[in-house]
């Protein structure tokens, strides 16, 4: 069965900081672009991050730009999303997803992916 599955979320004080992890069964992630996506109560689905297969290409969203690093281990199947100085508006229900043939700009502004996780929760609150 080909799953994505997410962890790492949580509960954590504004400037705090989380690693999510998104982790791949039933397929390699080796060839496919994957990206972070977020859904807050309300709204829509927005792209957050998206890296290339390779890992050398990387997009992120205006505002989560120099707070949050996406990156991959494909040895061991593995996309992370380290995300630092937290504000209480990137709370939201955080996913991945993976995709091929497609840029990773195109990916995280249309939201386009093949595979997603279920999601985690984050919640940034004092």
């Known amino acids: 069965q080909l799953q994505l599955v997410e962890s790492g979320g949580g509960l954590v004080q504004p400037g705090g900081s989380l690693r999510l992890s998104c982790a791949a069964s039933?397929?390699?992630?080796?060839?496919?672009?994957i990206g972070w996506f977020r859904q807050a109560p309300g709204k829509e689905r927005e792209g957050v991050s998206c890296?290339?297969?390779?890992?050398?290409?990387?997009n992120y969203a205006d505002s989560v730009n120099g707070r949050f690093a996406v990156s991959r281990d494909n040895a061991k199947n593995m996309v992370y999303l380290q995300m630092n100085s937290l504000k209480p508006e990137d709370t939201a229900v955080y996913y991945c997803?993976?995709?091929?043939?497609?840029?990773?700009?195109?990916?995280?502004?249309?939201?386009?992916?093949?595979?997603w996780g279920q999601g985690t929760q984050v919640t940034v609150s004092s």
């Open positions: 997803a993976a995709a091929a043939g497609i840029t990773v700009q195109a990916m995280c502004s249309m939201v386009r992916g093949k595979y």
């Open positions: 039933g397929f390699t992630l080796d060839t496919y672009a």
């Open positions: 890296i290339s297969s390779s890992g050398v290409r990387t």
